[in-house]
């Protein structure tokens, strides 16, 4: 199986990584920037695993600047793209990226969080029977350029958005993921996946963003655990009205996230510190527009998304 990994960020190093251990799979990565891919070809990848283990892999890399072909035994027919890049990056030049270098018969696979990258390839013309979407709770931190430290094993489940499409190729993928040694499965419900995640992703992030904590953090205040479940209540409205089944235990999940990642900082307030557009807009914007089509309001993730944006764009004007 051949798999283009577009992207190298934590989880973009870490599957790449991994899925370079199994046989019979070719594993080439894009890069945004010249140095990344320079230093990826020249080192390799290191994968630390949890237990002091250190996977090395050497991989053929390139950046988005490079052609694909120029470089490699490969004939750049791959049969999957992992599309690994933040909805924020996104734009034109990488749908252009990804169709030119896709074939026939390549399927892509998404691992945004939130929504609205989909109908955005399917504006693209990229069309739906070739899009997949991947839903992980993996947890990595990408340390330098080339090496990241897999600091929790998830769950990777993947659909495909056209519901008849290719079981088998699926499979495939499924196998091939597992014997990287990922715990993957294939849903059925891909959609309501996506909006659990995203639901998790409305709570968590623009909160940790805000106060500037860990997640852990949140569960240590009863006034957090308050603001949480304002967030979550309104959420479940919108998405029970959506017709999604949502169950109580959701709560549940939204604290043990939590706790699992509790040391950690939110992807979101990496963003901001460091001065990137974060994915707000994609998460409990798509919630804020999604409610508005519901015709009702939700106030206290309307005020996150503000809060949000306003500091993203004070932190943007400091860069
Ligand atoms: O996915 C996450 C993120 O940081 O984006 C977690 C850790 C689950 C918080 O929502």
């Not at 989909?118 to 330098?144: C, F, G, M, W």
């Not at 008849?164 to 990922?182: I, Q």
């Not at 527009?289 to 106030?299: E, G, M, N, S, V």
Request: hydrophobic share 45%; aromatic share 4%.
């Amino acid at each position: 199986m051949k798999i283009l990994i577009v992207g190298a960020g934590s989880l973009g190093l870490l599957f790449a990584g991994k899925l370079l251990c199994v046989a019979g799979t070719e594993v080439r990565l894009v890069t945004r920037t010249r140095q990344q891919a320079q230093l990826i070809n020249h080192n390799g990848i290191i994968v630390h695993e949890g237990d002091d283990r250190e996977v090395r892999t050497n991989i053929m890399c390139t950046s988005f600047e490079e052609p694909i072909h120029a470089d490699g035994p490969s004939d750049g027919r791959f049969d999957w793209i992992f599309l690994m890049v933040k909805q924020t990056h996104i734009n034109a030049a990488l749908l252009n990226y990804v169709m030119k270098t896709a074939a026939g018969s390549t399927k892509l696979l998404c691992f945004q969080n939130g929504v609205g990258h989909v109908e955005r390839l399917v504006e693209a013309s990229i069309p739906a029977n070739r899009i997949y979407v991947a839903v992980t709770t993996e947890a990595a931190r990408k340390d330098v350029d080339n090496a990241v430290a897999h600091t929790g094993a998830g769950i990777t489940s993947i659909g495909c958005v056209e519901k008849r499409e290719a079981r088998d190729a699926m499979f495939m993928l499924e196998n091939v993921l597992k014997s990287a040694g990922f715990h993957a499965n294939i849903a059925e419900n891909i959609e309501t996946i996506v909006w659990k995640k995203l639901l998790v992703n409305s709570v968590i992030n623009p909160l940790t963003s805000i106060m500037g904590i860990r997640n852990g953090q949140l569960l240590s205040s009863p006034h957090c655990l308050k603001l949480m479940e304002s967030l979550h209540i309104e959420a479940c409205e919108v998405l029970q009205r959506y017709g999604l089944h949502i169950s109580d235990e959701l709560w549940e999940q939204l604290l043990e996230v939590c706790k699992k990642t509790s040391a950690n900082s939110s992807s979101m307030l990496q963003d901001l510190l460091a001065g990137r557009e974060t994915e707000i807009e994609w998460i409990n914007g798509s919630l804020i527009r999604l409610a508005a089509k519901q015709h009702i309001k939700i106030p206290a993730h309307e005020a996150v998304y503000n809060m949000v944006k306003g500091l993203e764009q004070l932190k943007r004007s400091k860069h």
